[in-house]
């Protein structure tokens, strides 16, 4: 029978062999004594594997507050299986299988889920995305260089149409990609139903007029018939993307609308950190798309090299190479979600960005880097769309801006916010 | 206009008011630089308010990784405000406000979201627990002492015929409750609609013998549709309860479920450790439950007293207080949850809870407590109602275990367990 696999960074007060087997029991079928019904043969069917253990140091203090201290405290590395037959091939129950009780057991003093493998039986059961990379770029008609976006800013505060006049400046700019903040979804002040009647007149208008329809993201982030309705509504508009905030609706808030929609599914990781900052505690990105994209996302945010958040530029490309990483051999291999670069970008920070994972596949949203620009928002647009020209050429920004105004002028603004 | 409040504990490099006007800024209209479409009168009418910052101490060592560090690093609590206009009465929406990129941000070294005060717009918007603690006892016909229940343990690797023949072990020993564990959900090996047919039988049976109708938590964790038509199959054959992984199924998935069924739902929240460990990153539970029992969760897991996991015995109590605490002034003012006692919980733990949260409004569930008593299972739940009986009669379980046999065994055995 298939297993599934997860691999941990674990510290631990009692040494990271036994954390592993206390880990291993408590996650399958063990409890804190021996049990009547727990015979040998349902600990062969049901039990957890220790699959592997290696100690990388020995701390004298541990990382996170613990209930019984030890004397040393062992960190390393451990690799635990569990049968397919425990939890099926379910996102939810996987959940719950590797990333459940376990952090706040008394035998870890740290603890990250670092990685998990799925048997191949996930690439069956799951979804994943509808769209991807090649979709994507399909529905924007945008291939040859990655797709230029920003996001609505102020996040919130514009009414509709506000919202959609800078839409109007945005498509004129030649924007690619518009996607609303994850902080308006359907407040009352920019009501959804309004804000995509009105940003949808001005996109279908310049879509008829150029042949250019520009992406853009709706915020349908609510309770789970609220999404539907909000879902059907951007579609009958002839939207084309749809945005969640992942964390507020969960696994199962995904599915839901992943098997209701008709359209890409850009979705957002705001409270990402929470996750991620703690050396001691959470998981790793590498783990953490793998549900999401399971489930179904079709672009998944990656944070942005020089970004105004905590996250180095290593762990930014780390993650943007690991959203494009097939997850399972054979025929439906892939399950590869677009990388979404936002959060502090600007012209500077593109070429480096492509240089660094050598492919166009990917969307690089500004926000400020736009609206901000000199020249407004078509010279922001602009700026954009000179700086990806030239990674792409292989020429660097700086010569490329000898005759390119708009990326000469970004350079200038923002040239001291990456390097 | 009504406005929503949050607080933090914070720490920053850059200072405390500065990285509260920061968090601010980024969770309402401001990015990292001031946008023309950022005017006077839309940040007064959408930006998020400083509204308190209490440095508590100074730190010279930033307690999480930062991307820019400081010489000092100021610790404290900052209060901030939203008004309600910018994200509406929607919990997902709150969530993404309050809990978002916040935690990201370069400009704090260590963050924790304490609590958060809705406006009573929520009141109205948010269904709450449909049974709660009143709902609960009167199903289960319990009310003049704390529920006894317990975990069917081993947590995986019973079939559904062995299940139920546990069950019928428990029902004969007069169990109140019995709960699948989180692991176990519709898996190959136990399949949720065989378990749920084959424990009703025995359970409705027991029921018309003795009267008494053992209520059962099925764990219905899933997608959407299928929780629903789990939910379904257990009104069918009977049941009254049903359980969730709160972090698998998210906000949205709770409140599907809550809109579609019509019994208690139990809240599991494995997990929980990611949030609770770190004194640097996450959320309190009192904050953190505030949103479950807002979307509709009837019964939450509290951990318990003397548990096997890391939290201290304190923090446990505040928990289960702030679940029964009230969330509105006014006639719906309750939207209480009732607590559930679990982890490493036997005899020896029930008076020391009673006595801390002064009401039997509340689950307490053993596993290895009640399956591990020398007296088996029959011995192991009279062990627990003698103790329960103790502490409501307010005489001390050495005392009453004089002449009440199970609970003397269970002292002996579990005595160590918990002092």
Redesign the interface.
Known sequence: MARLFAEYEVESPVGLERAARVIAGE???????R????TDD??S???ANVEDVIVDEVRDKPS????KPGTAYERGRIVLSW??????P????T???V????????E?SAIRLTDVTFPDAFADACPGPAFGVEGTQRLADVSDRPMIGTII??????SPD?TAA?VQQLCDGGIDFIKDD??Q?????CPLAERVRAVMDVINAHAEKTGKKVMYAFNI?????E?KRNADLVLAQGGTCLMV?L??????????IR?HSQLPLHC?R??????????????SYRAWQKFWRLAGADHLHV?GLGN?????DDSVIDSARAVAEPMFCGKRASFAAMPVFS??QTAVQIEPTYRAIGTTGFIYCG??GI??HPG?VAGGVESLRQAAEAAVKGISAADYARDHRELADALKVFGDRFG
Chains 1, 2 share one sequence.
Do not use: Y
Request: proline share 6%.
């Open positions: 996650q399958s079928c063990g409890t804190f004594m049990l009547p019904g727990e349902l600990r069917r049901a039990g996170l507050p613990v209930r049968p397919l037959a425990n939890m099926g379910s996102l939810t129950n959940l719950a299988t990333a459940g009780n376990l952090f706040e057991l008394a870890v800013k102020p996040s919130v505060g514009l506000e800078l994850e902080l979804a359907n407040g009352p002040h982030t609510d309770e789970v018939d999404m905030s964390h507020s609706i969960g696994l199962a808030g995904l599915g839901a098997r957002h705001n409270g990402w950190g929470l996750f991620q900052r703690s050396p001691d505690i959470g998981l944070n105004k958040f905590s996250e180095s959060s502090g926000g400020g609206m901000g407004g």
